[in-house]
């Protein structure tokens, strides 16, 4: 087992339109808005931007996401990652009864120094963290959707 290499796969349901959900995941600029782990986007030219997060423990993750696929049609985000965590997360955003449902899908090779050092012991908490990352990411973007 690789123990700096992660998947995450994780569903947010939404009370919005599944266009209204694929809109506000496709503006990554106003993420720390609504996402309170999202601590700073800066655009790098084009589909790309530089982001700085933080969750529960005490170290910051920086990564630069490349734009890989955009289909509102299809309703999928796909983007490329660098950095502190190499590889991928895609985004499939459908239609349910009550709203959207947006699947995560997440892939990534952990390339920070110290996060490699602490693989073995951290792994509970690093996946724990992340856990609780998403969980307040669904909570910011759906009290964003009912404001909207």
């Not at 309170?36 to 910051?60: H, I, K, W």
């Not at 985004?91 to 997440?106: E, H, K, L, N």
Request: aromatic share 10%; with cysteine.
């Amino acid at each position: 087992m690789d123990w700096c290499h992660y998947r995450f796969r994780g569903v947010w349901e939404l009370p919005a339109a599944p266009a209204d959900v694929f809109a506000a995941l496709e503006r990554i600029e106003d993420y720390p808005q609504w996402w309170p782990q999202v601590r700073e986007v800066t655009p790098v030219g084009g589909r790309s931007g530089a982001l700085r997060f933080r969750s529960f423990l005490p170290y910051d993750l920086r990564v630069t996401a490349h734009e890989r696929r955009n289909d509102p049609t299809a309703g999928i985000l796909e983007i490329g990652m660098t950095g502190d965590l190499d590889g991928w997360m895609r985004c499939t955003v459908t239609a349910v009864p009550d709203g959207a449902r947006a699947r995560f899908d997440q892939e990534v090779e952990v390339r920070k120094p110290l996060m490699r050092r602490l693989a073995v012991p951290g792994r509970p908490l690093f996946r724990l963290n992340h856990a609780l990352m998403m969980r307040a990411g669904r909570r910011g973007l759906a009290a964003r959707l009912r404001a909207v």
